[in-house]
């Protein structure tokens, strides 16, 4: 339990670590097939993948009429951001057992609308950095069948996760706020490579829920936001070009929203953390090594 509790609060290096760590235990516990003698699925499923990310980012807060605030939006943020990841998969040839870690970074700005306290939405318009860090382990098992002489595989798995949001407001250093969460989804992924192709198509779903979700301001202090329920979902598409070189494109939405919090003292003032839902959509590129 102290690996999930401290999940969400790790930096990036100790993340990667983390994640490195685990994939070779992974590999140990794990026998990887002969590539030589893989089906198209299983090869695409083992490999390690570098890829470039460009995610759309959309975020809302609302105040839900608390201390007078508007029900509407308060104040969003979107734009695109670019970023990179790493991935590495392994499954057995014989009993489909599944592992996977994906590592992922995201840096830029995004365009800040809002008000002023007390003013109307819109009438202020700013630039926020962002960088952002994710990362997740996946361990699950599949199961194969025929569908018209293709190759099919379904693969079902629980998910843990972590997300780390920082947030330059107006675009300074100095009133940065971190976001942070932990999630523990389950889900499904289903796979099909038509006869005779080297391509072979993925989707995959997932629902679960976040833990450890807090917000820390600029003034130091830290907000905990409950732990409400993430869903998730994912399409790709990857093809070998020639032995063991693969490409591959993938689409990964991701969703989740946090109720109001408790009211508290900042100075002589009260001030509360308004609700919020984020939404992202990241488009990923992909160059693989299948082993």
């Not at 997740?136 to 997300?163: A, N, P």
């Not at 300074?172 to 796979?191: E, K, R, S």
Request: contains cysteine.
């Amino acid at each position: 339990m102290s690996i999930i509790k401290n999940l969400p609060g790790q930096n990036s290096n100790i993340a990667l670590c983390f994640l490195v760590s685990f994939s070779q235990t992974a590999c140990l516990f794990f026998s990887s097939p002969a590539y030589a003698d893989s089906p198209t699925i299983l090869a695409s499923n083992n490999q390690i993948i570098l890829r470039t990310n460009f995610t759309r980012v959309a975020y809302t807060e609302s105040g839900n009429g608390l201390s007078g605030t508007d029900t509407a939006a308060l104040d969003t943020e979107s734009g695109n951001v670019p970023g990179y990841a790493v991935l590495f998969s392994i499954m057995t040839d014989e009993d489909y057992k599944y592992f996977a870690a994906e590592y992922d970074k995201s840096s830029g700005q995004t365009i800040y609308t809002g008000s002023k306290q007390g003013g109307v939405f819109g009438s202020v318009v700013n630039t926020s950095s962002l960088d952002q860090t994710n990362y997740y382990v996946r361990l699950g098992k599949g199961f194969s069948s025929d569908i018209d002489s293709g190759e099919s595989l379904g693969t079902l798995y629980f998910e843990l996760g972590s997300h780390r949001w920082e947030r330059g407001l107006g675009g300074t250093t100095p009133n940065l706020d971190i976001y942070t969460n932990g999630y523990l989804v389950f889900g499904g992924m289903g796979q099909y490579s038509p006869a005779g192709s080297k391509l072979v198509l993925s989707a995959n779903a997932m629902w679960g829920v976040t833990y450890s979700s807090n917000i820390q301001t600029s003034a130091g202090t830290v907000r905990t936001r409950g732990n409400p329920p993430t869903t998730r979902c994912g399409f790709s598409a990857d093809y070998e070009f020639i032995n063991h070189l693969h490409g591959s494109l993938s689409v990964d939405i991701v969703s989740f929203s946090y109720v109001i919090s408790s009211t508290y003292t900042v100075g002589a003032s009260q001030v509360f953390s308004p609700n919020d839902s984020s939404n992202y959509t990241t488009i990923k590129l992909g160059l693989g090594y299948a082993f």
